[in-house]
């Protein structure tokens, strides 16, 4: 069963450094997005892609963060200089489509610890 | 704001027994989804259910719509251990945003 797979599955960063967490979307997917949950907390939504842009954003997602489709599989998500506050699991996800009756496929996330 | 929330918060049952969980949220919706977390892990998609549906079944889930109260129920029958996890509802609203809830903890005890 196709899935979306995400890279690296735990990442430990200094205050200040950037980082790029990457997700392998599922191939014949064209909308991307990012979600996030701190320990204990809900998941928020940071950002959808599509057609090569950003679709939508939320207001985490500040100029911190930014994302890329580098080549026609990969999906990233680059924080350019972590803060405390930023460690959360990462969850990328993908559908075939937008809109109405969208079904969203989660990666297993990347747990992202800034210290 | 648009997000769901689950209540209870925490469910606690005996295996064999079943399990409901409910939704509600703010505004007209165009789908609501059932999503699985286990501890740590990432998110599992179980069912859609469109804003012109009142029930759909998966398996051993069984999913409800009330669009008049803004409200969505998931049952699990028959819960195993290995249903322990937490559950999460997602809205859509306008573009392609989800919004999830808080989560309800479920714990099947064998």
């Known amino acids: 069963e196709p899935e979306v797979t995400q890279t690296p599955s735990h990442q430990v960063t200094q205050m200040g450094q950037e980082v790029i967490l990457r997700c392998v979307p599922i191939?014949?997917?064209?909308?991307f997005y990012w979600y996030r949950q701190i320990l204990g907390q809900k998941v928020e939504f940071l950002v959808s892609?599509?057609?090569?842009?950003?679709?939508?954003k939320s207001e985490i997602f500040d100029d911190q963060f930014s994302v890329e489709r580098p080549d026609g599989s990969n999906f990233t998500l680059k924080i350019r200089s972590t803060k405390l506050e930023d460690s959360a699991m990462y969850f990328c996800?993908?559908?075939?489509?937008?809109?109405?009756?969208?079904?969203?496929?989660f990666g297993q996330g990347t747990r992202l610890t800034v210290v | 704001s648009q997000q769901g929330e689950e209540d209870p918060q925490a469910l606690s049952i005996q295996e064999g027994e079943n399990a409901t969980m409910n939704c509600s949220y703010k505004?007209?919706?165009?789908?609501l989804q059932w999503y699985r977390q286990n501890s740590g892990r990432g998110l599992v998609h179980l069912i859609l259910?469109?804003?012109?549906?009142r029930e759909k079944h998966s398996g051993r889930l069984r999913v409800t719509l009330d669009t008049s109260k803004k409200s969505s129920s998931l049952l699990i029958t028959a819960s195993r251990a290995a249903d322990t996890a937490s559950y999460f509802c997602?809205?859509?609203?306008?573009?392609?945003?989800?919004?999830f809830g808080t989560g309800t903890s479920l714990t099947v005890i064998p």
């Open positions: 996800a993908s559908s075939d489509v937008g809109g109405l009756y969208t079904e969203a496929f």
């Open positions: 191939s014949n997917h064209l909308y």
């Open positions: 892609f599509y057609n090569n842009e950003i679709s939508e």
């Open positions: 505004t007209s919706i165009n789908n």
């Open positions: 259910i469109r804003s012109n549906e």
């Open positions: 997602a809205t859509d609203w306008v573009g392609n945003q989800f919004y």
